[in-house]
């Protein structure tokens, strides 16, 4: 039986085509552009598209093992060049790409430049915060690398004169675009950070990316990098994002945006001095009249608690004393006096003198001693008696014992 007369299945005969396309090297490895179309993201991770061009397309398929490969984001009428093989999808009999790079092209391959460089001189620590530098808040000098006409230097000359006109502005004229753009930049940067200007702007207004390029070259990121002095970026417009952008100490949206962050308002800072002084004198007069006042009740208390106030009020408590002490004094000699006077009286009547005075007498032998009993003497006897106007002297010739109960007798 001749092949003509056998009937396949069509599993051999996709089998057999499915082998033709592996055993095909031309179909294992290639590369293929055109346009994405059909362009489908599956929650599982694969993307699904068709690459055509004017003659025709061919389906495509990227499995999420393979998204390493895709460094953007592919959307339809990207034009792009797809890396993979050819190969025969078994099941539904039709043969598809199976990618496993996808670069765009044109624009497109610069862009997956910018994304290599970046990601090298990310992972060299170029972009890290630790190396960037402050802005001065206040400047003198601000140095800016970018053409010498267009419209970036006008907007900064005219925002750095109305916020501060007092800043001069050192221009480094320098190719942006196109060749010999990589080096003019680079010796700006150099030439204005020997000169030591406070702060510089480096960058350019809008276009596209390869307009931009020049700031995506290896050698300006480095030397905006090794700069001394803080450097603001300002390339292109909002959008537009650059190597030095990520390099530089802060980016800019705008060159206009930069002139603001450069250049303080000095008008701003104006105002708020004349604010801080207003606040300043509002809080000094209130510390005043509240100082005042104290002053005039320290002067209440003084008034009361003074030296002189307390040797007044000692004065008169001492002289109020005095004359307390006097009374009391004067009190205690009067009755003093009246007990003396009383005493007196009482001595009076015991008085030897008031006695001998009504008619009294006393005697003295002797030798002085007092007579008080007749055993003291004998007949015979020399005595003395004591009257009121004298003494008499006088013998004993009897001493005469008394009985005062009224017994009497004769000592002879």
Known sequence: ????????????????????????????????????SNCKYHTSGHIYFSLKDESGAIACVMFAGQRKGLAFSMKNGDKVVVEGSVDVYQRDGRYQM?????????????????????????????FAAEYKQPIPRFIQTLGVVT???????????NIAARRN???????????VQGDGAKESIVKGIQALDALGVDVMIVG????????????????????????????????GHETDTTIIDYVADLRAPTPSAAAELAVYDYRALQEDLRAYEKALQDRMGDRLTRMWERIRQYQTRLRYLS???????????????????????????????NALDLYVERLKGLSPLDRLKQGFSYSMDEKGRTL?????????????????????????????????????????
């Not at 009020?313 to 009391?328: I, N, P, V």
Request: glycine share 8%.
């Open 307 to 337: 030296p002189q106030s307390q040797i007044r009020e000692k004065r008169q408590y001492l002289a109020d004393t005095e004359e307390r002490l006097r009374a009391d004094m004067d009190r205690q000699i009067l009755r003093a006096q």
């Open 204 to 235: 350019r207004g809008g276009g596209s990316i390869e307009d931009l390029w020049a700031f995506n070259e290896e050698v300006v990121a480095r030397a905006v990098f090794d700069c001394s002095v803080p450097v603001i970026s300002a390339v």
């Open 147 to 157: 053409a010498p006409t267009g419209a970036a230097i006008q907007d900064i000359r």
């Open 165 to 175: 006109p007092y800043v001069q502005i050192i221009l480094y004229p320098a190719l």
């Open 1 to 36: 039986m001749s092949h003509y007369d056998k009937v396949y299945s069509v599993r051999q005969v996709n089998g057999y085509i499915k082998n033709m396309f592996t055993q095909d090297f031309l179909l294992r490895n290639l590369r293929v552009g055109g346009e994405v």
């Open 98 to 126: 199976y990618a496993r790079k996808i670069s765009l092209e044109g624009a497109g391959l610069l862009y997956e430049r910018f994304l290599a460089l970046k990601d090298e001189l990310e992972e060299m620590g170029m």
């Open 372 to 412: 008080m009993s007749i055993a003291q003497v004998q007949a015979g006897d020399v005595v003395t008696v004591q009257v009121s106007d004298g003494s008499i002297r006088a013998q004993v010739r009897e001493v005469t014992p008394v009985d005062w109960d009224g017994q009497e007798g004769v000592v002879g």
